[in-house]
T-cell receptor, first 112, second 115 residues
């Protein structure tokens, strides 16, 4: 157990729907990062939050949004889902920016 | 300039052999270079990392070699074991600037160690 908890582990939904992925970082970690992993694109950075504030954005679609709550857990919201959004979504956390971080086990999203 | 290029895409090694995976980067602002190991159905796990002020770092059977002038770094797995069979990712980041710790990953190397 890495200490980073992601729920749900698997999600199957239809095109056009909206889903929410949840992440609880390791105790004491203030930074939360979201990554998308697909076979053709590899691990792609989506967005980072630090202590509740958005810090950096990567290749995150406008249909996707995220937030980090006061208790430091984070949620990634994916809307108007398309078949191409099917992927593994990982959350990671770190104590501070700039160090290696710890990944959760991911949420496998399948859009049908 | 943000790319990290990793090779080979796949690697087959006999038990006891040496596995070598190479990465090259372009962004000279990168100052932290971790390697991650990923097993099927799991998230990437930090294996070993290096900063550019040293040329080599060793932890057990795993060694990172770093060549700052060539902007290359590599992972060596000595005495490779079947349990090392996994996908390995190199990555790079910089603490400063606007990247704020975003990791840029290589495309991954699938390592298979035959018994």
């Amino acid at each position: 157990d890495s200490g980073v908890t992601q729920t749900p582990k698997h999600l199957i939904t239809a095109t056009g729907q909206r889903v929410t992925l949840r992440c609880s970082p390791r105790s004491g970690d203030l930074s939360v990062y979201w990554y998308q992993q697909s076979l053709d694109q590899g691990l792609q950075f989506l967005i980072q939050y630090y202590n509740g504030e958005e810090r950096a954005k990567g290749n995150i679609l406008e249909r996707f949004s995220a937030q980090q709550f006061p208790d430091l857990h984070s949620e990634l919201n994916l809307s108007s889902l398309e078949l191409g959004d099917s992927a593994l979504y990982f959350c990671a956390s770190s104590v501070r920016t700039g160090d290696g971080y710890t990944f959760g086990s991911g949420t496998r999203l399948t859009v049908v | 300039q943000q790319q990290v290029k990793q090779s080979p895409q796949s690697l087959i090694v006999q038990k006891g052999g040496i596995s070598i995976i190479n990465c090259a980067y372009e962004n000279t602002a990168f100052d932290y270079f971790p390697w991650y190991q990923q097993f099927p159905g799991k998230g990437p796990a930090l294996l070993i990392a290096i900063r550019p002020d040293v040329s080599e770092k060793k932890e057990g059977r795993f060694t990172i070699s770093f060549n700052k002038s060539a902007k290359q770094f590599s992972l060596h797995i000595m005495d490779s074991q079947p349990g090392d069979s996994a996908t390995y990712f190199c990555a790079a980041t910089s603490a400063g600037g606007t990247s704020y710790g975003k990791l840029t990953f290589g495309q991954g190397t699938i390592l298979t160690v035959h018994p």
